[in-house]
Nanobody, 115 residues
Framework: QVQLVESGGGLVQPGGSLRLSCAASGISFSIPSMGWYRQAPGKERDLVARITNGGGTNYADSVKGRFTISRDNAKNTVYLQMNSLKPEDTGVYYC?????????WGQGTQVTVSS
């Protein structure tokens, strides 16, 4: 089973930036797909961004041009650079990974955008 540990959440003012990190352990090869979902209060968990081990990326329309996902394959770590944050970006951000063993989730990290 892949273990995922997230870090980097917090409270930030609108227009500010945060960088989330997610480190995977328990696996000895490059994870084919990793990414981030977020869940706002009272809403479903939605995809924010994902990246393959070949570098292909996808973003939710709401974050295009503001968020950048990247990864270090050697460390099986994925990052989410979030710029120009808006109050509607508030939520719990969950890292995930997909391998032949299935899908694994991190514990989540809270991001709050508020003045």
């Amino acid at each position: 089973q892949v273990q995922l540990v997230e870090s980097g959440g917090g409270l930030v003012q609108p227009g500010g930036s945060l960088r989330l990190s997610c480190a995977a352990s328990g696996i000895s090869f490059s994870i084919p797909s990793m990414g981030w979902y977020r869940q706002a209060p009272g809403k479903e968990r939605d995809l924010v961004a994902r990246i393959t081990n070949g570098g292909g990326t996808n973003y939710a329309d709401s974050v295009k041009g503001r968020f950048t996902i990247s990864r270090d394959n050697a460390k099986n770590t994925v990052y989410l650079q979030m710029n120009s944050l808006k109050p509607e970006d508030t939520g719990v951000y969950y890292c995930y990974s997909i391998t032949s063993r299935g899908t694994s989730w991190g514990q989540g990290t809270q991001v709050t955008v508020s003045s």
